[in-house]
């Protein structure tokens, strides 16, 4: 299946629109009824906190992507259908090529520092060794990986150019907020839970008129949609109403 889509990149904060293409993260592209992850590759949360450069907390899945949309628009965007993401529920693996541009947009985004390589024979570790050594976007503050943001391990190796080894425990409280702010327009709060494995999940989500939503204030993460929740691996709260507000 060959999707072609031009990505626009909107407000600070609001997701990038081009017709029916939202740009859900810096390596999520949708495009009508198919939600595509990029192949080989890894990004920031749309709702993950790193640091900048200047050690400031930072919205740095939103800036990021914010930069990939802003790396795409005005250009078209041919994705190629590799199947079924077996990570994260009701997605797609996509290769995708911006017109013109002999490189794929994954290794694109790895080379703006905007990705990370997840490819495991390495397509793209070259690529962000660069962008590493370069101190090129995300690379330039400190942060840690995506896949430790969404375990909320605590403990994970920091990364980037303004981690301090004096200061780790100040780091890692600002990478792991008690309250983490919440994106433009994303309301779904998700909590991390033991309990939720009994479903094969990791997390259980609370929509806004849910019982339990005002006084969950301990919370893990913040989805924009059931289905960004749901693709996470979080269910919803069985006290949640039917009635209750998306």
């Not at 250009?75 to 996509?94: E, H, Q």
């Amino acid at each position: 299946m060959v999707a072609v889509i031009v990505a626009l990149v909107l407000l600070f904060g609001a997701p990038a629109f081009a017709a029916d293409v939202v740009v859900k993260d810096a390596a999520t592209l949708q495009l009508g009824g198919a939600t595509y992850r990029l192949e080989g590759v890894d990004a920031p949360e749309l709702d993950q906190r790193c640091l900048s450069e200047f050690a400031d907390p930072s919205a740095c899945g939103v800036e990021a992507r914010d930069a990939a949309a802003k790396l795409i628009a005005g250009r078209n965007v041919t994705c190629r259908d590799l199947g079924p993401d077996p990570v994260f529920k009701g997605r797609r693996i996509g290769a995708c090529t911006i017109a013109g541009d002999d490189l794929g947009l994954s290794q694109r985004l790895v080379q703006a520092g905007l990705a990370f390589n997840s490819d495991s024979n390495g397509r793209f570790a070259a690529d962000q060794s660069k962008a590493m050594d370069d101190h090129t976007g995300l690379w330039k503050g400190c942060f840690v990986a995506p896949q430790n943001f969404r375990r909320w391990d605590k403990d994970a190796p920091l990364r980037g150019a303004a981690c301090r080894d004096d200061r780790q425990a100040e780091t890692r409280s600002a990478l792991f907020p008690e309250m983490p702010a919440r994106p433009e327009g994303c309301t779904i709060k998700g909590k991390l839970a033991k309990r939720a494995r009994i479903t094969g999940n990791v997390g259980v989500y609370q929509l806004p008129g849910c019982p339990s939503y005002a006084t969950l204030i301990k919370l893990n993460r913040w989805f924009c949609s059931e289905d960004d929740a749901r693709a996470a691996g979080f269910r919803k709260a069985y006290n949640c109403r039917i009635g209750a507000k998306r």
